[in-house]
């Protein structure tokens, strides 16, 4: 029976890269790609915007946790599916807030650090 009961994911709005690069690395994303800075009160990252409304973060190492490498989505409550991953087995940290939005990681079966994501301004 599939757990995802209540859990309504919209799309992928976040990823996420930890680096000991990170000023070249965020040059780079700016400069080279072209990504305008997203400024976000509560997040220690250098944020990029897509013209999607989703995120790029540059940040330096350690900066997310034991991952190198980070990918969030967007769900419509994440109080729901925080309940359906707990419900699934899946631990998760506590959810935190910034200026834009509420989240909280987990470590998927795969081993690698995930974000379920949702907006608190639109």
Known sequence: MPYAQWM???GICFAGTSTAQRPSMSAFVGDVLGLPVR???GVEADLFALPD???????S??????SARSLGFLVASLDEAIAELHAAGVATDAPAVNSRERYVHFTAPDG???E???????
């Open 39 to 41: 400024t976000v009160d």
């Open 112 to 114: 690698h650090l995930y």
């Open 8 to 10: 309504q994911v919209l």
């Open 61 to 66: 190492p350690g900066g997310m946790g034991d």
């Open 116 to 122: 379920l994501v949702e907006r608190i301004n639109h």
């Open 53 to 59: 409304g989703s995120s790029f973060a540059v940040a």
